[in-house]
């Protein structure tokens, strides 16, 4: 089955670049274009996409108040924002809103079709400069108000549920989890799952920003390695 994909981007040249390169692979059918977030909605009612690529400064709606609305919809696209710009507040709005992925424009066009496919399998996909910064950012940004709310809320979590929480906050894959905690990885992804229904979140990434909100020292070598796997 071929990934069906949505590139979101105000500039022409970039989405006749980014349709070429992605296009090519065997796997991806680009299934339509936008260039500015406000067509969103109706674009994925014609094209019910697997991925939308979403650039995040554009004028009108910007990607980032278009993720917020569409990871609101009950059977949302999954969502890669792609972009020049990654200042921590971008990247903490578009993680919290929901985005499994981000990664930069001149990432190598090779690792931007990797990271379609990844975030297509349920895969979050974050540059390891981006989430060096973000964890950094995490770590000096959370109030103490916050911090009593979020941990209330991994609170609510059952003993393994939140052993796997704080393994996910530290960046490690289900494989790693698995051996560090004596499960099966079948056993992992069901207590992700259960740990994204219980919390009301939409994958591992906004996991790891809870944990992170709730103690900031937690997973901070994950983030020196480089990637939320």
Same mark, same amino acid.
């Given at each position: 089955m071929s990934i069906r994909l949505i590139i979101v981007d105000d500039d022409p040249l970039v989405r006749t670049g980014l349709t070429f390169m992605l296009g090519g692979a065997d796997d991806i059918e680009i299934v339509g274009e936008a260039a500015d977030g406000a067509e969103v909605p109706a674009l994925i009612e014609r094209t019910a996409p697997d991925v939308v690529l979403m650039d995040i400064r554009m004028p009108g709606v910007d990607g980032l108040t278009a993720t917020e609305t569409l990871r609101r919809?009950?059977?949302?696209?999954? *969502? !890669?924002?792609?972009?020049?710009?990654?200042?921590?507040?971008?990247v903490l709005r578009a993680m919290r809103a929901g985005a499994a992925g981000f990664v930069l424009k001149d990432t190598p066009p090779a690792e931007i079709v990797t990271a379609v496919r990844r975030v297509a399998?349920?895969?979050? *996909? !974050?540059s390891p400069a981006v989430t060096r910064q973000l964890m950094t950012h995490v770590a000096g940004a959370t109030t103490g108000a916050r911090r009593d709310t979020v941990s209330d809320r991994l609170g609510s979590l059952a003993e393994r549920e939140r052993e796997v929480a704080l393994a996910v906050g530290r960046g490690q894959s289900n494989a790693e989890i698995a051996a560090g905690l004596y499960m099966s990885v079948p056993t992992v992804k069901a207590h992700v799952s259960r740990i994204l229904a219980k919390l009301g979140l939409n994958n591992r990434v906004q996991i790891a920003l809870l944990v992170h909100d709730a103690d900031p020292a937690t997973g901070t070598e994950g983030a020196r390695n480089g990637d939320i796997p």
């Open positions: 919809r009950q059977g949302a696209p999954e *969502v !890669l924002v792609l972009t020049t710009f990654h200042a921590d507040e971008q399998a349920g895969d979050p *996909v !974050l």
